[in-house]
């Protein structure tokens, strides 16, 4: 088993880039002004869409070009885009970051908005994730100054490129307006790590499932006495949440947290997870994920549940949800992962195996639908469930993780004497040691 081991700083953080031939930091954009084209429909490196042309404008923010991008384009009864966008090659697990600056010269109409857009795509141009940044021009922005919007996400599995979107959106309304667009950018930002429990974790950073949520490094700590810390924190009008994802794939085994913050007093849209996840890119499905949820966002009760959950959860008898009322903070939480079976199991106290009077709730999954090894890693987070703003700033938006243990699953044989025919799909799973 590993074990997790308190650390002397605060916090240990490092950060890299995946890089290629990238430098950190630097816009890989051609024309990101749009200074260079000929008239309004050809732009140097840039692709337009619908209601989209290169301007020339005297309040530019630099030169003398911006990209103009208008409502009112048909049909009008549904949601549509105008817009620009340019391209560039990306690996996966890379984090990009697209920014762009936004202009109105008067108020949006009704529920249309213009951002910018990142989004990834494979090699065979099939959308794979989709990012907007939180800062939008609104029908209450300010008018009549360039306002600062930016994204980040991290390139998912079977990304081959990064599409930088500035973006007006109409809604079925049929609003009129327009925005502009200049100095834009697109660079790759250096991925955050901390060292903790024995393992070096990726801190989540920008907009990204679940929810969506925006998430920042600025949300995650480690205290003194070596526990981790997971906060939503509101700052510049948006809700921050927190995650970390180990950077080994540590396979069958039993996982086991430790927590120190009573998670049965959460705040009504927030949820709290301990998770094992890969990404659906790696079966092209969101089955191969295993879940402890604390939460009653999704409940009609007021009272905290805890869910458990082998993926995907629409499928009945997939997940079982457990009231939870602590009578002491510290509590454990376990996955045990194995070829043939799942048990979930919550107890309180911090130990390897619960006392018999400590047991929250304990669930056995053996039916069809266990995941294979296939990358997954442990994580953790805390987020708002669809986005929900939280109710009231009273309410608990922290999660401590005081450790983080695995014990690896020690092997096992698959037999069969074929001489059955009514155990024919069935295989015995004989334990090794």
């Known amino acids: 088993m590993r074990f997790g081991y308190p650390i002397a700083a605060a916090l240990l953080i490092c950060t890299a880039g995946k890089a290629g031939s990238e430098e950190l930091w630097s816009n890989v954009l051609l024309n990101p002004g749009f200074e260079q084209g000929s008239g309004g429909t050809q732009i140097t490196g840039w692709v337009r869409f619908n209601n989209a042309c290169r301007a020339e404008i005297s309040f530019a923010r630099s030169g003398q070009h911006a990209l103009e991008a208008r409502g009112n384009w048909f049909p009008p009864d549904q949601w549509n885009a105008s817009g620009a966008y340019q391209e560039y090659p990306v690996s996966a697990d890379q984090i990009w970051e697209a920014s762009c600056w936004l202009y109105a010269s008067s108020n949006l109409q009704g529920q249309a908005y213009a951002a910018v857009n990142l989004e990834y795509y494979s090699a065979d141009s099939m959308l794979l994730a989709r990012a ?3 800062v939008k021009l609104r029908s209450d922005s300010p008018t009549g100054q360039w306002i600062h919007a930016s994204v980040k996400r991290k390139a998912v599995r079977g990304a081959a490129f990064a599409r ?3 973006i007006f959106v109409q809604s079925p309304d049929f609003e009129s307006g327009f925005a502009y667009f200049d100095d834009c950018a697109l660079y790759l930002v250096p991925t955050t790590t901390i060292e903790w ?6 801190v989540g950073d920008g907009h990204n499932d679940p929810g969506p949520n925006y998430f920042s490094t600025n949300c995650v700590s480690v205290d003194q006495d070596g526990r981790l810390h997971l906060q939503i924190v509101y700052s510049n009008n948006i809700w921050w949440c927190a995650g970390v994802e180990n950077l080994e794939s540590l396979g069958f085994g039993r996982y086991l947290w430790h927590l120190d913050s009573p998670v049965d007093q959460l705040g009504t849209s927030v949820v709290g997870a301990l998770f094992v996840y890969a990404p659906p890119e790696v079966w092209g499905t ?7 949820e604390f939460t009653h966002a999704w409940t009609e009760s007021s009272v905290t549940s805890v869910t458990y959950t082998v993926q995907p959860y629409t499928i009945a008898g997939n997940a079982r949800s457990f009231y939870m009322v602590l009578t002491n903070s510290p509590t454990t939480h376990e996955i045990d992962w194995q070829p043939d079976r799942v048990r979930f199991r919550s107890w309180f106290g911090h130990s390897t195996s619960p006392p018999p009077d400590a047991v929250i709730a304990d669930w056995f999954f053996v039916t069809r639908g266990i995941p294979i090894e296939s990358g997954e890693r442990p994580m953790m987070n805390i987020w708002l ?6 109710s009231a700033t009273t309410e608990t938006l922290e999660m401590v993780v ?3 243990h695995f014990e690896p699953f020690r092997g096992f044989l698959l037999a069969d004497d074929f001489t059955d025919p009514s155990t024919a799909a069935v295989w015995q799973v004989i334990r090794g040691g």
């Open 132 to 134: 907007s940044s939180a």
């Open 164 to 166: 930088i979107v500035p």
């Open 197 to 202: 429990a024995g393992y070096r974790w990726e």
């Open 286 to 292: 969101n089955e191969n994920e295993l879940d402890i």
């Open 385 to 390: 469930y669809e986005g929900r703003t939280p």
């Open 402 to 404: 005081s450790d983080f």
